[in-house]
């Protein structure tokens, strides 16, 4: 059975200050490891796909990158505007549902 | 930009009785999915179709649930007789063909069943 976990569950920065998100996955097969955004009563926005090991992407102030074990999310110089939940999910095998992590509310202080 | 689309935004309904959500995909998508999260925890994977047939299902999805693509547009998901515990945002994402697995997921339908 594939298994996403999230850490930390809660992260405060002041703005500029600059963090990692860590998403630690077991899955078979390894058919993509995405990341997506989620802000309060409001659907997963998606962010990033990443498929092998060592493959990075950059997006404004948001980097993701992939080992075979974990994914990390590096938040350079964060904004108060980035402040949201930020979900890891992993897609494994012939299966195409994804499977979730609990995510990790970022918090952004001025 | 393409967006999916879900009616209503917040649906409240009594324990038994029948309830359809309703998603618009993303019109050149052709694959179709609804997750439900229960209010603090995790995102979970509901069902899957495409080509008008279930593709995949979790064990959440039971004979109380059911899925149809009605017309070229619409995605819904109907709830036989709603239990207090099917209370959570469902939201429904599609993605464009089998070498594209991005999700993309609309704003989801708060379902709260008295």
């Known amino acids: 059975e594939d298994q996403v976990t999230q850490s930390p569950e809660a992260l405060r920065l002041q703005e500029g200050e600059s963090s990692s998100l860590n998403c630690s996955y077991t899955?078979?097969?390894?058919?993509?490891l995405f990341w997506y955004r989620q802000d309060p009563g409001k659907g997963p926005e998606f962010l990033f796909t990443?498929?092998?090991a060592g493959e990075e992407k950059e997006k404004e102030r948001l980097k993701a990158t992939l080992t075979k074990k974990e994914s990390f999310l590096h938040i350079t110089a964060p904004k108060p505007e980035d402040s949201a939940t930020y979900l890891c999910?992993?897609?494994?095998?012939?299966?195409?549902?994804?499977?979730f992590g609990s995510g990790t509310q970022l918090t952004v202080l001025p | 930009e393409p967006e999916v689309t879900q009616t209503p935004s917040h649906q409240v309904t009594q324990m038994g009785q029948e309830v359809i959500l309703r998603c618009v995909p993303i019109?050149?998508?052709?694959?179709f999915y609804w997750y439900r999260q229960i209010l603090g925890q995790k995102v979970e994977f509901l069902v899957s179709?495409?080509?008008?047939?279930?593709?995949?299902k979790s064990e959440i999805f039971d004979d109380q649930f059911s899925v149809e693509r009605p017309d070229g547009s619409n995605f819904t998901l109907k709830i036989r007789s709603t239990k207090l515990e099917d209370s959570a945002m469902y939201f429904c994402?599609?993605?464009?063909?089998?070498?594209?697995?991005?999700?993309?997921f609309g704003p989801g339908t708060r379902l709260t069943v008295t």
């Open positions: 999910a992993s897609r494994g095998g012939s299966a195409r549902q994804l499977t």
């Open positions: 899955v078979s097969g390894l058919r993509g």
């Open positions: 990443l498929y092998s």
């Open positions: 019109s050149n998508h052709l694959y």
């Open positions: 179709f495409y080509n008008n047939e279930i593709s995949e």
């Open positions: 994402a599609s993605s464009a063909r089998p070498s594209s697995y991005e999700q993309y």
